[in-house]
């Protein structure tokens, strides 16, 4: 059986998790993720996935942790960008109608600010792992959306356009009002959160037959973080993410793909906080879910058997 390993978008802090939840998955069931067929990534799933393909997860704990000895990890870290986005906002990201097919916060992407964050720390990421020009690697995926088509596109994929890791990772993190938009063969991109927060289904049976699919911002119906920040987290992003994220994973399963979903509960996104930018929280954040994760990685497991 072919395995693929899928991970969400997150931000900061549900990259933090995600990195936590990974440990976890690897110490339950023994199987290196770095070992999967397919590794695709969305936004922070797409730097995570970067980094793995230079460093295991071990060294991203201890990056997360303060304690790295790489200096690749400890400047990718120290470089986290701030909680909020970069004032004064300019013109919309990229061009798009109002109207789309897809759910979630795809409809709005267009008219959303163009972000002005300095990517240039991603960039320094991709160039430290895959060298300068480095292209995405064969197993790799980088899913980002295209606002103009209403296109998700997983850089690296059959058929997807030719992109440097630089330029995937930068497009697949390009979060509108935060990061600018990233242009490749004449196309703009955007986060490829704004459409899904995962994109499960466009890993094919022909990819692999089993999806492990670890996602920060999808939970189960119902599932939100305490006090107001929680209830206002839950109905502009969590939910409408999470409806989307749930009927990907039925559209894979419907094709006979085994899917095995790790999310975060109510006890996980306590510990989060309702700011997935809150790069003054990370290291908080971090510590909650090494031992919160822990019991998301079971439930996932379990249900899936």
């Known amino acids: 059986m072919t395995r693929a390993l899928v991970i969400g978008c997150g931000g900061t802090i549900g990259g933090a998790w995600t990195i936590a939840a990974l440990a976890a998955l690897e110490e339950q069931s023994g199987w290196d993720v770095r070992d ?13 996935i970067t980094m793995l393909a230079g460093y295991s997860v071990a060294d991203l704990v201890a990056m997360q942790e303060g304690r790295s000895e790489h200096p690749v990890l400890q400047r990718h870290l120290a470089a986290t960008p701030p909680s909020l986005p970069r004032l004064p906002f300019s013109l919309p990201s990229a061009p798009s109608t109002l109207w789309s097919r897809r759910g979630g916060h795809a409809p709005l992407t267009g008219i959303a600010p163009r972000g002005r964050g300095d990517a240039g720390w991603l960039q320094e990421l991709a160039d430290a792992v895959a060298g ?13 959306y ?19 890791v630089g330029d995937a990772l930068r497009a697949s993190w390009a979060i509108p009002a935060w990061m600018p938009p990233v242009e490749v063969e004449g196309r703009t991109f955007v986060d490829g959160g704004a459409a899904s927060t995962a994109s499960v289904d466009l890993v094919s049976p022909a990819d692999a037959d089993e999806i492990v699919a670890v996602v920060s911002m999808a939970s189960a119906p119902g599932v939100r973080g305490p ?27 419907a094709r006979g ?8 509960d109510g006890a996980d ?32 497991l379990e249900a899936a058997r």
């Not at 793909?257 to 975060?264: E, F, G, H, R, S």
């Not at 994760?293 to 439930?299: E, K, N, S, Y």
Request: hydrophobic share 45%.
């Open 36 to 48: 999967a067929a397919v590794l695709q990534g969305t936004s922070a799933g797409s730097e995570i």
């Open 132 to 144: 300068p020009g480095g292209p995405v690697p064969p197993r790799a995926r980088m899913v980002a």
């Open 146 to 164: 295209e606002p103009a088509s209403g296109e998700r596109v997983a850089f690296g994929a059959p058929g997807a356009p030719k992109a440097t």
């Open 227 to 253: 006090g107001l920040g929680g209830l206002l987290e839950h109905t502009a992003l969590r939910r409408p993410m999470s409806s989307v994220f749930w009927q990907e994973v039925a559209v894979a399963r």
């Open 257 to 264: 793909q085994k899917v095995t979903v790790i999310a975060p």
């Open 269 to 300: 996104l306590a510990g989060l906080g309702a700011n997935f930018m809150a790069r003054g929280r990370r290291a908080r954040a971090f510590e909650a879910a090494r031992r919160t994760a822990p019991a998301a990685v079971r439930r996932g």
